[in-house]
């Protein structure tokens, strides 16, 4: 072969590439600056304005934000009706956190250590669609389910329950006049819809469980019980946690569900949406806003040290 | 080692847990089809088609319908470019602040959608922009890259490296490899990241209501129609459209990245 090994320069798309070739920092450059421009402006840039407005405060008199530094806005937060809002959510994105482990689990157990073939693929069909499929459309669903009139009333006159319901309904804690206009109505819709979200991490973390230590916790003796207990159970609590973070996180901050099914008690999502909008008061929406941003800032750093995010 | 089947309790829950997240959505379906308006009357008195007629003719349902393809095309259009980039950056060099970056993109779908529209909403207020359908398509843009960037880096990893030295060794530059190597076995990835990216947009609500202004999506009409009912079987018949149109992606997208694993290179 006459001439050099190195190819003719063709053109500046090969001066280029030479470039990227010789200085891979260059390429990578180009590669991040369009959507970092993006995300830092439009989202880490929106951040910092929810944090801004937060600072400020409303006159009372004109209902005019004033644009100063003050941790009025904050100091309201601690007001009894407020602080009443935040222990709510909490105590709701809590339950409802548990009660998405507790059916999660079995789900996510047998996809991920029985389900083969074409199991398999009904399994991952059947987590992915509910949990992508349209959140309106699922809210709307229950709203049918719950009605007075709904299906849920009709199943429990037909197998002689209803007096039951009944008397349950008329429970105070229970509250409302159905299902629909009850917190029980609010917390079931919030587990429906976000429960989904938990069983792909947990499957994550069950099916990295070797199999060679269930075989040897067989070996010494184990029974099935014992070996789900101290074997599997511990193995898996990274899954179960990543996946807490998502049902926590998306309960903090729902506004939907509540403003749609229950009994109108408010929740920091309501608060958020009411008063930017009809109230007018950004500031203390803004306030609002950061209280989940806090709180899933020390559930991430629990979370972390439970090894939550090897398992994402 | 313990026999290899599912206990039965375990068989029941499991599948007790998929029948709780399917049979809800069905309800939609049969009530699309009731005779009774005016409530959700178990089970429905009669069956009726005249319902998909009623919503054909009505005309606020059409400018919603539009805006939201709209919004979603131009959206998942911005996801795409932006997510195959980092995609790219991320799935082949070790950098600082990598961790950092992969936390960035994920934030906007991990915080509940409130704090992203709130967030949204503050600064437009502060920058005194006014609500139009493109503060719509930045919020819902914001979010979507997370989804083409999942897809597509996943993509990137399972691509042997080896296919991108052999074009090069071959004559090719970086461009003449992007277009006939990385691509074409890229494609699937991204069209599967930009149905799921387009379905979670057409669907969005929450973000919407805070970067919306007067304008309506088609999920904020629904909501409007959930808060105050008007001709309830309609909403049906919207809720069944919205459904199938975020379905059928959903279902693609699965179809599209289930063969992943048989890209070029991938064989040794």
């Known amino acids: 072969m006459s001439g050099s090994a190195i190819l003719p320069v063709r053109g500046p798309g090969d001066r280029l590439s030479g470039l990227f070739w010789r200085r891979p920092r260059v390429l990578l450059a180009l590669l991040l600056t369009p959507p970092l421009l993006w995300l830092g402006v439009v989202y880490l840039g929106s951040l910092i304005a929810l944090l801004v407005q937060s600072f400020y405060s409303i006159d009372e008199f004109s209902g005019v934000v004033k644009e100063e530094f003050t941790l009025k806005t904050y100091a309201e937060l601690f007001r009894a009706q407020n602080l009443d809002i935040i ?19 079995p789900i996510a157990f047998y996809a991920a250590r029985y389900a083969r073939g074409r199991w398999k693929a009904v399994f991952y069909l059947g987590i992915m669609l509910p949990l992508w499929s349209s959140y309106l459309v699922k809210v709307y669903a229950w709203k049918l389910i719950l009605a007075k009139e709904g299906i849920v009333t009709w199943v429990a006159t037909h197998v002689g329950a209803g007096p039951l319901l009944g008397r349950a309904l008329d429970e105070q804690w229970f509250g409302g006049s159905s299902l629909s206009t009850s917190p029980v109505g609010t917390f079931i819709v919030f587990v429906y819809i976000w429960m989904p979200y938990m069983i792909l991490p947990m499957q994550a973390a069950l099916e990295r469980v070797p199999g060679s230590m269930l075989e040897a916790s067989a070996d010494l003796g184990a029974s099935r019980a014992q070996t789900f207990r101290t074997v599997i159970l511990p193995l898996a609590m990274p899954g179960v946690v990543a996946g807490s973070i998502f049902t926590f996180s998306l309960t903090l901050g729902d506004y939907i569900i509540p403003q749609i099914i229950g009994n109108s008690a408010r929740y920091i999502g309501l608060a958020v949406y009411q008063f930017q909008g009809t109230a007018g008061n950004l500031p203390l929406a803004a306030a609002f806003a950061v209280v989940p941003i806090a709180i899933m800032l020390v559930y991430l750093a629990i979370a972390k040290r439970m090894g939550a995010f090897d398992a994402l | 080692m313990h026999s290899d089947s599912a206990s039965p309790a375990l068989k029941i829950a499991a599948g007790a847990g998929l029948l709780f997240l399917h049979l809800p959505i069905l309800l939609i379906f049969l009530y699309a089809f009731t005779t009774e308006e005016k409530s959700y009357q178990f089970p429905p008195p009669g069956l009726t088609l005249k319902w998909f007629a009623v919503a054909w003719h009505r005309a606020d349902i059409w400018p919603p319908l539009w805006l939201s393809v709209q919004v979603a095309a131009v959206a998942t259009l911005v996801a795409i470019i932006l997510g195959t980039l980092v995609a790219a950056a991320m799935a082949q060099t070790r950098f600082f602040g990598r961790d950092q970056i992969s936390l960035l993109i994920l934030l906007p779908i991990a915080l509940p959608g409130v704090i992203t529209g709130m967030a949204l909403r503050s600064a437009f207020s502060v920058m005194e922009i006014p609500f139009s359908v493109w503060t719509i398509i930045l919020g819902h843009a914001t979010f979507c890259i997370v989804i083409v960037y999942n897809n597509a880096v996943a993509r990137f990893r399972r691509l042997s490296g080896a296919i991108v030295e052999a074009s090069a060794d071959l004559g090719a ?8 190597v990385l ?11 930009g149905m799921l990216a387009f379905a979670l947009s057409f669907d969005e609500v929450i973000v919407t209501t805070f970067t919306a202004g007067q304008q309506s999506t088609l999920p904020i009409w629904m909501l409007q129609e959930l808060v105050r009912p008007r001709q309830r079987p309609v909403t049906n018949v919207v809720a069944i459209v919205v459904f199938a149109v975020t379905f059928l992606p959903i279902l693609a997208a699965y179809y599209l990245t289930r063969d992943g694993d048989q890209t070029a290179g991938a064989g040794k």
């Open chain 2, 183 to 193: 691509l074409p076995n890229l494609g699937s990835a991204l069209l599967a990241g």
């Open chain 1, 87 to 105: 222990l709510r959510t909490l105590a709701m994105a809590a339950l409802v956190t548990l009660a998405s482990a507790v059916i999660a689990f």
């Open chain 2, 173 to 180: 530059n970086g461009f003449q490899t992007f277009r006939h």
